[in-house]
């Protein structure tokens, strides 16, 4: 893929938000809709395509943690305000790649899927409880990459929280066929590109019956 | 290809000894009793050791030898291993410490030695460690203590790869001791400088008098190779893994990595490949017995429980859901069967207790109908049998159990439950006739569980 590709040549350790998303949603991960935009007349136009609310991030691939940063800002509900944050994320730093729009997804059952490199076991997919809770609770469990589907569907039914994946307080239970595809193809980009190290998206929001992907990062070697 | 290892002709022990506190004796003293091809016990300070010529060096054996046992100080190992290069030996099973584990010195030796070994086309095993033991062959290929083992000792289809050195021991006896389990190999690979519980645990799936693999592991060479070994059989392996408790993930940027530090990589890895994971030496070999018996379940369906207490059924219950088994749907049909040996004014429920009936027919009669009557229920895929011991119970009587056991193809596990001298002569007479039995209902429910994981991931054909 060429944005990794470019990624190692510059010998960067991170890849931005926005290219983070491209390689995901290539592996097969459902990715909330985004715009990356240069200019503040460029943000209202694509919030004002996608309808609000929206979310913004300041999209860096030297900044992997972008809350902690205070590079995010949810819930941005006009023009006006996607100005006015606009500018203020610009402020903040300096080599910014752009301002990503972000369609606010909407779904309280949030997860995380990631890939990490094994010192034992090379390149494994993880699964879990994602959020806020995420590393509190660590309800997460791993398998080795390449998974096939029934190592993916028995991640699915191996996690404590699985009754959130159900049919749960009136939302419809996931579709496991969309989750066990992103679960194989994050392994499968973990076994193609020797060159990632972690791949982390969280959270992962089931919107609808959906997964969706709403925040990932791709670190490099 | 460790076939210098387990199938040698002729064994050269350096470091024999005639000193019995020593271990140098205690290999000799084992490999007499038990293996039957030359051995040449080395050791310039003596001319003669139980009967056999002892040699000053390895240059002064006559004739060539295919396997050494090393137990003299580190330091002269990398030479040693050239000496049996010129007598065309092709492994050495090091039981000596000071090596890796030793600091700086140690591992300069280890690494010499593994060089001078590498260009020889020499096979190294430990260094320290406890070697092997062949159940079959009655090898003991180790410096245990010759008194420790020759009364219990019984072959058998149990592989065992330890990678602790003093618990290797302590494994064994506890294996055998506990009654009818045999062992094919129980081997201890120490640092395993070489040979590794990859190259064991290869051998051990395609070795025919091995049905059965338990592993104590510290630490994986290479976990890929151990899962992909481990996906491709459908011999059952049971890994009890000490460490648990986290490494890498240090450097982590990513909330996976820091996730991934606490062992539930490998454990999910395990179960990915089909392996059993266990947690504690008794689980390992509770649950490697079982296997030994080759039950088989056909997967997918409840199990029963009988018994003869109402509690004991209940806490069973209790477990299973704790362990994620489920208790058998039994059919109006099993029930009503079960039924005819109650009183009219009482019914069978599940679990059943069937003391009531116990009390008016006798427990042969009581727990041979209600057994056939739930062994032929579709819901059941395996069963729970509590027995409470008397001498009433006898020998047929748990053959015929173990007969309905193999025919219907649905494993029953047994829990003894009375007299100290009567559980335990009632757990042995089970055991031998070829079904499982434990003093403790949750080892009985841990086992099952083991059973139905093995045989849900690796179906029989």
Known sequence: MDIIKKAVKEGRKTLSEYESRQVIESAGVFVVAAALTKTKEEAIQEAEKMGYPVALKGCSSEISHKTEAGMVALNINNAQEVAQVFDELSAKAKNLDGVLVEKMVRGAREFVIGLIRDPNFGPCVMFGLGGIFTEALQDVTFRVAPLTREDALEMIDEIKTKKLLGEFRGSPAVDRESLTKALVGIGDLGIKYDCIAEIDINPLIICGDKPVAVDALVVLK | ?461
């Open chain 2, 1 to 461: 290809m460790l076939d210098c290892f387990f199938n040698p002709k002729s064994v050269a022990i350096i470091g024999a000894s005639s000193n019995q506190n020593k271990g140098g004796y205690h290999i000799l003293k084992n490999l007499l009793a038990g293996f039957h091809g030359q051995i040449y016990p080395v050791n310039k300070s003596y001319r003669e050791i139980l009967g056999l010529p002892c040699y000053p060096d390895i240059a002064s054996i006559p004739g060539n030898f295919d396997l050494a046992i090393y137990f003299i100080p580190s330091k002269e190992l990398p030479h040693t291993v050239n000496e049996c290069a010129k007598k065309g030996a092709k492994g050495i099973i090091i039981e000596s410490g000071g090596f890796d584990e030793a600091g700086e010195e140690g591992k300069r030796l280890q690494k010499r030695a593994l060089e001078n070994a590498a260009k020889a086309g020499i096979r190294l095993w430990g260094p320290n460690c406890m070697g092997y033991v062949d159940g079959n062959r009655t090898y003991v290929f180790s410096f245990i203590h010759s008194a420790v083992w020759p009364d219990i000792f019984r072959g058998g289809n149990v592989g065992l790869i330890v990678q602790s050195g003093m618990l290797s021991a302590g494994f064994l006896l506890h294996a055998l001791q506990e009654g009818v389990m045999g062992v094919s190999k129980a081997c201890s690979i120490g640092n395993k400088c070489d040979i590794d519980e990859n190259d064991i645990l290869e051998y051990m799936i395609n070795d025919s008098e091995t049905d059965v693999i338990g592993c104590y592991l510290e630490s994986l060479v290479d976990g890929r190779k151990f899962i992909n070994l481990a996906k491709k059989t459908k011999k059952p392996i049971i890994v009890l893994m000490g460490g648990r408790s986290a490494e890498g993930a240090k450097a982590a940027q990513s909330h996976t990595a820091s996730l991934s530090g606490n062992y539930k990589v490998t454990s999910g890895a395990f179960r990915q490949a089909g392996i059993i994971e266990v947690f504690d030496p008794a689980e390992l070999t509770d649950t490697a017995r079982a296997f030994s018996k080759k039950m088989i379940c056909h997967t997918g369906k409840g199990t029963a429980i009988l018994t003869f207490s109402g509690g004991a059924g209940t806490i069973t219950t209790d477990l299973m859901a704790d362990n994620g088994l489920e208790l058998a749907k039994l059919s109006d049909k099993t029930l009503d069967t079960i039924g005819e040996l109650f009183p009219p004014w009482n019914k069978p429920d599940h679990p059943l207790d069937l003391w009531i009936a116990i009390e008016r027919h006798g427990f042969e009669k009581v727990f041979r109908q209600s057994l056939n009557a739930v062994i032929k229920d579709p819901a059941v895929d395996s069963i729970i049998f509590h027995s409470y011991a008397t001498p009433l119970v006898g020998r047929e009587f748990a053959e015929e159990l173990a007969a309905l056991i193999k025919k219907y193809e649905k494993p029953a596990v047994l829990w003894v439950e009375g007299r100290k001298d009567f559980a335990e002569h009632l757990r042995s007479l089970v055991e031998n006739a070829g079904l499982p039995a434990y003093r403790e209902m949750n080892r009985c429910v841990t086992v099952l569980r083991g059973i139905k994981q093995h045989f849900t991931k690796k179906p029989i054909d």
